[in-house]
Every structure is written in C-alpha cells, then in structure tokens.
C-alpha cells in the first residue's frame, strides 16, 4: 500500500485508540487532522469546526439579534436594559417647552453640532427660545453608553439656561474626519423618534455644519 495512504489510516487508528483509552489525541495527530488529512467528519470529532448546533445562540444569530442578546454593537456601547429606558423616559418627560426664558440671540449662539471623531451614539434635540425661535442640535458622545448618557448632559444645561427642549429621537454616527465622511443610521431604543423626526433632519444639520463633508443616512443597522 502506498505511503500517503497508509498515513490517514494509521493516524485514524492511533485516534481511535486514544479515545479508546479515555486519553485525548495528541496535538501532532490533531494537527494533521485538522490540516486536512482526515474527513471533514473526523475534523468535527477532534473540534477543529464547530457544528453551528454547539454554537451559544448569539455566535450564530443576526446583527440585531447579537446587539439585543449582548446588549453590546459596533460602536461598543450597550443597547439597553430595564434601567436605562425607565431613565430615558423620565429625561423625555423632564424636557419640554415650559418656562422658557432664553433669549434668540442665546439660542443662536449654541453650536449646531457637536461630536466626536468616531464611531458613537448620538441623539436629534430641538431647542427653543422664549421668541418661539427653533433650532435642531445635533449631539454625539464617544463612549456613551446609553442614548441618554448623550442627552443628559445637553439637556440639563439647556434647561438650566432657560431653554425649552425637546428629545427628537436618536442613532448612531460614522465620523470618519480624515476621509470627511459621516453616516446617520439606526435608531434609539431609549428615545424612538418623535412624530415627523428622523436622521434626514439630523443629515442636514450636519451638511450645513460640516461644509465639503459627505452626509449620508439610513434606517437601517444598529
């Protein structure tokens, strides 16, 4: 018999002896096993391919459902849980339009957009004046954890300084400052979007903030 034939034959019997003898193989023979001396079945004996079967759930399920298993995405940040959407919730209900002093000429003065450079949550506010003047604001944090680690800071000081302020809604932001590049997409589960509001509003803050930027969005991902 030839040599390469007699070889998978007696690497087959030595493995088949160590499991006889309760021993596991050594990792020369798994080795050649794996490098594809043995069958594809044998491989699976020795572990070298998982069946999808022995996978935990999240190895082998979609992008949305790894992000809502894992509570973790992209970007590294956390979906949500129990806690953080009680919180958001009472930060929604906190903001408003209700004694609202500031000026025009204050709300003019706050930066259309503020973000990192990155890949990061961030959420859509409308601010108001005590003239009724509007202004949509764009604010994103690397590292936020929540929608609402984003919002909260924002939030507090424009009510504080006599804004009326509203939490449109929320997703995620491609930042990519070399290439002047930025991407709108997915969405809030702290703070789905407000009637009429949507990253196409956000989109277009940031075109005019961003001069010479490609601004592009989409519902879609996480």
């Known amino acids: 018999m030839p040599a390469l034939e007699r070889r998978p034959r007696q690497l087959l019997l030595a493995l088949l002896l160590s ?12 080795g050649l096993l794996r490098r594809g001396i043995a069958s594809p079945k044998l491989s699976f004996m020795l ?17 949305g459902a790894r992000c809502t298993a894992s ?12 806690d953080d959407l009680q919180k958001a919730k009472e930060l929604r209900e906190q903001n408003g339009l209700g004694d609202i002093s500031a000026s025009a000429q204050a709300l003019e003065q706050l930066p ?25 604001l764009v604010r994103g944090t690397l590292g936020a954890e929540f929608h609402k680690d984003v919002a909260l800071p924002y939030v507090r000081a424009y009510l504080k300084d006599g804004f009326g302020v509203e939490i449109l809604g929320g997703g995620r932001i491609l930042h ?8 709108l997409y997915g ?30 969005w989409t519902n879609d991902g996480y």
């Open 112 to 136: 259309d957009v503020i973000i990192d450079e990155g890949t990061f949550k961030y959420v859509l506010l409308r601010v108001t004046a005590a003239s009724g003047e509007r202004k949509y």
């Open 187 to 216: 969405f809030s589960y702290g703070f789905p979007w407000a009637d009429g509001a949507g990253h196409e509003i956000s989109a277009e803050v940031c075109r005019e903030f961003f001069s010479g930027y490609e601004v592009d």
């Open 19 to 30: 499991l006889a003898l309760g021993m596991r193989p050594s990792r020369i023979t798994s």
């Open 71 to 82: 509570a973790a995405c992209a970007d590294g940040g956390a979906t949500t849980n129990a």
């Open 47 to 63: 572990g070298a391919v998982p069946m999808l079967s022995t996978l935990p759930p999240i190895a082998h399920a979609s992008h």
């Open 176 to 183: 990519d400052v070399p290439r002047g590049f930025l991407k």
